[in-house]
């Protein structure tokens, strides 16, 4: 069965700092989505990672994908508050785009 | 363009009552579909997956059924609502080739009292 891990669960970062989010993942796949979701609302997409060693950027966020170490990470430069929201990573667990989640990170960014 | 509509935005509903949650797809032909809950504001679970009409895979056991009546409706449903069925449930729909991300819905937030 495939485990999809995120940590921290919970970042609360002052605006200007860098960090960076977590993403473990239990069996070999090399596709994985990053989301964002506002509090009440949907997700969106933010990146997809298709192969190892796959960097993905958009603004202050940056994906990446090791997938020998079944690793992911979305580090965040320079926060500001707008990027505050709740982060998922979701691993495709065959080929069907059926993708597993992880917790989710709740990133708040303080003034 | 492509978009997803699902309804209702938010429902409450007594214990034992039915449901019916609806989603359609526009602007694209055979699409993969899914139904995903969201417990408590957290992580999401995979219900319902489909690849065509009438082709359902349920990933848990539970309360729930989905059908697909339609190449772009996609339709959850139950008999009888269980308080531990509310929570925030997201339509979402993919093209059906590999490495394509899901696009959501807005989902629909149903509460069982």
């Known amino acids: 069965e495939l485990k999809v891990e995120q940590n921290p669960l919970f970042l609360s970062m002052q605006e200007g700092k860098n960090y960076t989010i977590y993403c473990n993942y239990s069996?070999?796949?090399?596709?994985l989505y990053w989301y964002r979701q506002d509090p009440g609302k949907s997700l969106e997409s933010l990146f997809v990672?298709?192969?190892?060693?796959a960097v993905k950027q958009e603004g202050r966020l940056m994906a990446s994908l090791d997938t020998k170490a079944r690793l992911s990470t979305l580090h965040i430069t320079a926060a500001v508050h707008d990027l505050s929201a709740t982060y998922f990573c979701a691993v495709d667990m065959e080929y069907g785009n059926k993708l597993v989640f992880g917790a989710g990170t709740i990133l708040r960014v303080k003034s | 363009s492509q978009t997803i509509h699902q309804w209702p935005a938010t429902l409450v509903q007594p214990v034992g009552s039915p449901l019916s949650l609806e989603c359609t797809v526009e602007g694209t032909s055979n699409p993969n579909l899914y139904w995903y809950r969201q417990a408590a504001g957290r992580g999401l679970q995979l219900l319902f997956y489909s690849v065509g009409i009438g082709q359902i895979s349920s990933e848990v056991p539970q309360n729930l059924s989905a059908s697909r009546p339609q190449d772009r409706q996609f339709i959850l449903s139950s008999k009888k609502l269980l308080l531990s069925d509310s929570g925030f449930y997201l339509c979402?729909?993919?093209?059906?080739?590999?490495?394509?991300?899901?696009?959501f819905g807005n989902g629909t937030r149903l509460t069982v009292t």
């Open positions: 990672l298709l192969s190892n060693g």
């Open positions: 979402a729909w993919s093209v059906q080739t590999a490495n394509s991300p899901l696009h």
């Open positions: 069996t070999t796949s090399d596709r």
